[in-house]
């Protein structure tokens, strides 16, 4: 996989200046999705206001009935409160998992900081059992840090 590549498309997305921040956030997912053959759902999630709890800003895969997740619940509330990256080799051995489709089978999420505090996350969905490697969380960090910057630079903060 050529992460170079996509970082460079993603730069290209973020400056392109007549978008919407969540047009833009929505074309990465899409470019992930579409390019990265094992990410199967791509989402972001970001602090709902003041409540302890996830809001999806979008998407691109399957629907999904999780638009709101609360602090510490799956996979994707953990990462709220440990502010980690949380790679999930198998999601069938996570106790605390929220499922989304049937045919996931692994999943990663990365947080998302402004000035270190986390507001949000990538989170990737993959149909193969022990699809991620530290070269996808290395490259996913990459991907939130320009996101990072982006939103600083459009003021559009917080997202919800
Ligand atoms: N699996 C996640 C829920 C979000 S869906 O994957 C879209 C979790 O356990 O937090």
């Known amino acids: 996989?050529?992460?170079?590549?996509?970082?460079?498309?993603?730069?290209?997305?973020?400056?392109?200046?007549?978008?919407?921040?969540?047009?833009?956030?929505?074309?990465?997912?899409?470019?992930?999705?579409?390019?990265?053959?094992?990410?199967d759902w791509v989402g972001f999630y970001f602090k709902n206001g003041d409540r302890k709890e996830l809001k999806l800003?979008?998407?691109?895969?399957?629907?999904?009935?999780?638009?709101?997740?609360?602090?510490?619940?799956?996979?994707?509330?953990?990462?709220?409160?440990?502010?980690?990256?949380?790679?999930?080799?198998?999601?069938?051995?996570?106790?605390?998992?929220?499922a989304c489709s049937i045919h996931v089978k692994s999943e990663l999420v990365v947080p998302l900081f402004i000035k270190n505090e986390n507001i949000g996350q990538i989170d990737i969905d993959s149909h193969q059992r022990k699809a991620f490697s530290k070269k996808d969380e290395d490259f996913l960090v990459e991907v939130n840090r320009k996101i990072a910057d982006y939103l600083i630079n459009q003021q559009v903060l917080p997202i919800f």
Request: aromatic fraction near 10%; charged fraction near 20%; include cysteine.
């Open 1 to 39: 996989m050529n992460y170079e590549n996509l970082l460079t498309e993603i730069d290209q997305i973020l400056q392109t200046s007549n978008s919407s921040y969540k047009n833009s956030l929505t074309k990465i997912c899409q470019l992930l999705e579409n390019r990265i053959n094992y990410y």
């Open 57 to 98: 800003l979008c998407y691109e895969g399957n629907e999904t009935d999780h638009n709101i997740i609360p602090f510490g619940k799956g996979i994707c509330g953990q990462v709220a409160e440990t502010n980690q990256n949380f790679l999930v080799d198998d999601v069938a051995a996570q106790d605390n998992y929220i």
